[in-house]
T-cell receptor, first 113, second 108 residues
């Protein structure tokens, strides 16, 4: 069966420090991968999605970037964190192609101090 | 642009009362609509999708293209229905757009 893992689950970082959140999927190949930020009152904001290795679509210009170095690995990064980057980040996957169900990871809570 | 609107941030109902969580969308084509639910300390998960036309945990949702709505309904709320509910849309692209969510509280 397919599974999705995110880590770390919780992260506290100082302003200006770098960030790396990792997401991996098991049990499937060539998935579509997504990064969302979940904030109270603002719902789920789509940050990035990827339909293949090295293919990244950015939805919101900001202090973050994403990479997909392997088929089932999706990384969210920042070179210098801002206070406004604090939040709950969710990774999701779905089978390749259009439409269908998204499967979410457990999320990563980032606090920038 | 695609947009999903959930007008209620919080909806409180008594156990046994009917529930309706509202969702309106803007998209000129033929979207695929979903309801996702997040129970306390659990992952966000799919509740139902319009193309399945099925009832899950007593919930139903009908796509009304004329009113561009996809409201979630249940005739008799239960305490275990208390959760955060998100309406979502995808169109002919790979993007999935979510609403701001509605927190449902079912009171005993």
């Amino acid at each position: 069966s397919q599974t999705i893992h995110q880590w770390p689950a919780t992260l506290v970082q100082p302003v200006g420090s770098p960030l790396s959140l990792e997401c991996t999927v098991e049990g499937t190949s060539n998935p579509n991968l997504y990064w969302y930020r979940q904030a109270a009152g603002r719902g789920l904001q789509l940050l990035f999605y990827s339909v293949g290795i090295g293919q990244i679509s950015s939805e919101v210009p900001q202090n973050l970037s994403a990479s997909r170095p392997q088929d089932r690995q999706f990384i969210l990064s920042s070179k210098k964190l801002l206070l406004s980057d604090s939040g709950f980040y969710l990774c999701a996957w779905k089978s390749s192609g259009r439409g269908g169900e998204l499967f979410f990871g457990e999320g990563s809570r980032l606090t920038v101090l | 642009a695609q947009r999903v609107t959930q007008p209620e941030k919080l909806l409180s109902v008594f156990k046994g009362a009917p529930v309706e969580l509202k969702c309106n969308y803007s998209y000129s084509g033929s979207p695929e609509l979903f309801w996702y639910v997040q129970y306390s300390r659990q992952r966000l998960q799919l509740l139902l999708r319009h193309i399945s036309r099925e009832s899950i945990k007593g919930f139903t949702a009908d796509l009304n293209k004329g009113e561009t709505s996809f409201h979630l309904k249940k005739p008799f709320a239960q305490e275990e229905d208390s959760a955060m509910y998100y309406c979502a849309l995808t169109s002919g692209t790979y993007k999935y757009i979510f609403g701001t969510g509605t927190r449902l509280k079912v009171l005993a």
